[in-house]
Structures are given as C-alpha cells and as structure tokens.
C-alpha cells in the first residue's frame, strides 16, 4: 500500500463535516505540492468545494472521485447493477430493515383490544430516514470512497511530467447528497467538457471485477479502445477481471452521468443470476482497501493519457 493511501485511512477516512473537509483539503494540498501541483478550491456554495488540479480548458481527460463521505445506513448497502432488475432489486433490499422493525414492533406491542400504537414507529422511521439523507458520518469508508480518492492521488504521484496538462484531476464534493457537486462542476466547465472522457473512480476497492460502466458517446469515440487496451495490459497475469459494458444497461450511480462522455469505474463482485453488485458500503462493515485495484487502476489511467 502506498503511503498516501495508508494515510487517507489512517487520518481522513471521515470527511462529511466542513472542518473535516478542510483538514482532508489542507492534507491534500500541502501532499501533492511535494510533487509539484497546485490544488485549486472551486467553492460553489458555503459548505460546497470541489477540489481540482490543472486546466480542463487544455486537459484531454478529466479524472474524478468524490471526496465527501456518506451518513450512516446502520446496515451494510448492496448496489447491484447488472441490469435493471438487479439495480431495482437492490434497492428493495436496502429498505428490509424498515420492513423487519415495523414487524417486529407491531408483533412486540400488538394488544388484541387496542392494536398497536404507530406514532413510535413513525418517529423511529422519520429519525432513520433523516439519518440516511443528512445524519452522522459512516466512519468507515474504505471504499466509498477513499479508494477513489487514493486513486486519484497515486494518478497524479505518479503521473510523468510530459502528460500533466493532459489531465485534469477534480475530487467532488457532496456526491452523496446528490452528485451536487459535480453538477456544479458541468455548469460551470461546461463549453469544455462536452467531447473530453470524463472517468470517475468511486468504490474501486472491495472487488475483483474492475469494471468500466461507459456512455454511448465514450463507447462510439477513438478513446474507448485506447482506455481497453490500457486496462487489459495494466492487469495482465492478474486474477482481476476486467469489465467494459453499456451505462444504459448497468445503473451504476455516480458522478460520471452528468458527463456526455462519463466513464464511471467500479471493483464489483458477482453472484449467479443477481450480476455483478457492491456492498458493505455506507456501513462500519465499509473496511476492505485493496491496494492491487489501486495500482492497476493507475496503470491504466498513466497507459491511457500517454497514448491520448
């Protein structure tokens, strides 16, 4: 692992809060000047700062990952994204504990004159549902999303100086309230992004399917067999899978669908008929930080900008 990375999980796996924000951003900034970057902060509102590195005007390619960190599901979420089955199916299955409590709490206090009294119950679901939109930080994010983040960071550590203006790095806030932040990131660049690849790491850390969820334009463009070939050849003689695959067919949920060329890169598991899915995020379970992803990841990405 590097040292970068050791760091990010060591001292800034938490980064919901503005002071949070700010000791990552101090970090990042004071890091990367080591190797001779300037971090730029683009606030777009009090508590919203993406953090970027280069000129997207001059860039070729913009790699993303958002920064922010989720509230606490208090159970470990799947996504899965195969298909639309599986996305919706997934989507069921994060709300089971809503089901099971309600059941539990209606059997527990059912009184067969009375019934059972619903105000508890609707006050428990009300207070959880506010703590999956806004409430206390998940403090363990290891792959949602510091392995995007150290993705970034090993990127450009070891990005050779002849393809630095080719690239323009950009960590994105506020993703898990919305993809805020790259949204405000598309308005403001927009004139310079419309036929530049935009790839996006988030959860590239608990799987070893490394797979490319691409846009109809990414796929129809020169740079899709760039970024292919780059991958395979970054994962040669490695048990990791490498995955290409369709944005319109595989619902993976992220900051690269604001992009018209959106690439969005996610390490996924696989069950038989279910398809390919992450998990344990949004959880304390959120631990599993596979260095390996992390530098085939970055092999790829220092492949592909050489041959753009």
């Known amino acids: 692992m590097k040292e970068s990375s050791a760091v990010l999980l060591g001292k800034f796996q938490i980064r919901k809060t503005a002071t949070q924000k700010l000791y990552f951003a101090t970090w990042l900034k004071k890091h990367l000047a080591k190797f001779g970057y300037d ?12 953090l970027v590195v280069g000129d997207v005007k001059k860039a070729k390619v913009i790699l993303g990952a958002h920064y922010d960190t989720a509230p606490s599901a208090l159970f470990p979420v799947i996504m899965g994204f195969s298909n639309w089955i599986s996305f919706i199916i997934s989507q069921f299955i994060t709300v089971i504990p809503f089901f099971v409590i309600s059941f539990l709490y209606t059997f527990l206090t059912y009184d067969a004159l009375r019934g059972s009294n619903p105000i508890p119950l609707l006050l428990f679901l009300l207070l959880y549902t506010v703590q999956l939109m806004v409430g206390f930080a998940n403090k363990n994010t290891a792959n949602d999303n510091t392995s995007g983040v150290a993705t970034l960071i090993s990127i450009l550590e070891e990005l050779p100086e002849k393809d630095r203006d080719k690239v323009c790095v950009v960590f994105f806030d506020q993703e898990e309230l919305g993809l805020i932040g790259s949204y405000k ?3 403001y660049h927009k004139e310079y992004i419309t036929d530049k690849p935009m790839i996006n790491f988030d959860c590239v850390s608990d799987g070893d399917n490394l797979t490319f969820v691409m846009k109809k334009k990414f796929r129809r463009s020169n ?11 970054a994962t040669q003689g490695s048990r990791k899978k490498i995955r290409f695959c369709k944005a319109s067919t595989n619902i993976y949920m992220s900051d690269q669908l604001l992009f018209p060329m959106g690439v969005g890169v996610v390490a996924a598991k696989k069950l038989p008929l279910f398809g390919y899915y992450i998990n344990r995020i949004h959880s304390s ?3 599993r930080f596979d260095a390996e992803n992390i530098r085939m990841l970055t092999q790829t990405i220092l492949s592909f900008a050489d041959s753009i």
């Not at 777009?44 to 700062?49: L, P």
């Not at 740079?223 to 050849?233: G, H, I, P, W």
């Open 285 to 287: 379970a959120d631990t």
């Open 185 to 187: 990131y598309r308005v």
């Open 223 to 233: 740079y899709r067999d760039l970024l292919e070939k780059s991958a395979v050849n």
């Open 39 to 50: 971090v730029k902060t683009e606030a777009y509102a009090k508590n919203g700062k993406n």
